[in-house]
Nanobody, 124 residues
Framework: QVQLVESGGGLVQAGGSLNVSCAAS????????MGWFRQAPGKEREFVAA????????YYADSVKGRFTISRDNAKNTVHLRMNSLKPEDTAVYYC?????????????????WGQGTQVTVSS
């Protein structure tokens, strides 16, 4: 089992950048594929990015491709989401999630563990 805690959200102007991070408990972090999802008010939770257990394979939603970068540090049990060129439509609560699949997946039902979320607000 793994517990996830996000941090780093905040308020940023459109065009700016922000990093959000997720710290995982336990000594088996490298056995988990990781993903980031987001949920805006009144909308369903949507996939943002994911990466494999080793970090060698990454996956992005079309809406963030080229602007967001997901990475992980297995020695520090952390996963990061670097967000550049932020837009007001990126405003949402961002959640990290984990599963033990070889291919992480882009659907939230494929993930077994979730953090509590961190708010990202992009002003226009």
């Amino acid at each position: 089992q793994v517990q996830l805690v996000e941090s780093g959200g905040g308020l940023v102007q459109a065009g700016g950048s922000l990093n959000v991070s997720c710290a995982a408990s336990g000594r088996t972090f490298s056995r988990y594929a990781m993903g980031w999802f987001r949920q805006a008010p009144g909308k369903e939770r949507e996939f943002v990015a994911a990466l494999s257990k080793s970090g060698s394979s990454t996956y992005y939603a079309d809406s963030v491709k080229g602007r967001f970068t997901i990475s992980r540090d297995n020695a520090k049990n952390t996963v990061h989401l670097r967000m550049n060129s932020l837009k007001p439509e990126d405003t949402a609560v961002y959640y990290c999630a984990a599963n033990r699949k070889t291919i992480p997946g882009t659907r939230d039902i494929e993930y077994d563990y979730w953090g509590q979320g961190t708010q990202v607000t992009v002003s226009s």
